[in-house]
């Protein structure tokens, strides 16, 4: 199925970090270069290694290839592979960063969230912790994509200068609501099991549904009301239904 173009044109993205406990975590968005996939990558640097290193590079590393190198036919397949390649090439781009950093120390390790769109599909592909929930576009019901790789509280999902700790889990999901789609993916700096957060979040993006504010302004509101105790990020994207979708009588 080829992108949808039209539904990428509407695509709205915004993300927010609060960054200042350790300054582990990184966000950045991108394009392919032929404009057919849009997304959000967020990194989070694990504990007692080189992490804001690791983190903010993988950003990079991502960014760059995605918006100079990559271009998206509409393939899931395809896409999981390119994102695997990029993984698995990843230590040894990390390895290089660093060196031209001046860095010596070969202890960088981060998580690894994915998400985006081609119009058709929402794609998420991730290597850590962390949430990644979706709301459909009415926000009476959510799923959650992210099974946290960890084990007896210790994280074992992880890119590094060393390697890749685990295979990193994608998935691909057809856009298949009218009211269209909302992605959240978030550190672990925010915990949504505290019902009131996800109370909160759930308000917000209601709000902006409602089109009372914009998801910029929604999503920094949503994370000045935080009392977090750690670094803090968070990426939303909302997906519009295709217009043949929205004008569909099915229920």
């Not at 920094?220 to 217009?243: C, N, R, W």
Request: aromatic fraction near 10%; hydrophobic fraction near 40%.
């Amino acid at each position: 199925m080829k992108p949808n173009t039209a539904v990428l044109e509407q695509v709205k993205i915004a993300t927010y970090s609060r960054n200042d406990f350790h300054g582990h975590d990184a966000v950045g968005t991108f394009e392919t270069v032929d404009g057919h996939l849009r997304g959000i990558i967020i990194c989070d640097g694990v504990s007692q290694t080189l992490g804001s290193v690791a983190s903010r590079i993988m950003v990079q590393i991502m960014n760059e290839a995605f918006s100079y190198a990559i271009t998206h036919d509409g393939n899931p397949a395809e896409l999981e592979s390119v994102l695997d390649d990029l993984m698995y090439a990843a230590p040894q781009n990390m390895r290089f960063a660093l060196l031209e950093e001046g860095v010596k120390s070969e202890d960088a390790a981060t998580t690894v969230m994915i998400g985006a769109t081609d119009g058709n599909y929402i794609y998420v592909y991730y290597l850590g912790d962390g949430t990644i929930l979706h709301f459909n576009g009415d926000l009476q019901a959510s799923a959650s994509y992210l099974i946290p790789y960890s084990r007896g509280g210790k994280l074992e999902g992880y890119v590094s200068s060393k390697g890749v700790s685990s295979l990193p889990t994608f998935l691909a999901v057809r856009q298949s609501f009218p009211e269209g789609s909302f992605l959240i993916m978030a550190t672990d700096g925010i915990s949504f099991n505290n019902p009131d957060i996800y109370k909160s979040l759930w308000l917000h993006l209601h709000g902006v549904r409602m089109e009372k504010f914009s998801l910029e302004d929604g999503l920094q509101h949503f994370m000045s009301k935080l009392e977090v105790k750690d670094d803090a990020t968070i990426g939303v994207m909302y997906v519009p239904a295709p217009d043949y979708m929205k004008d569909s009588d099915s229920k």
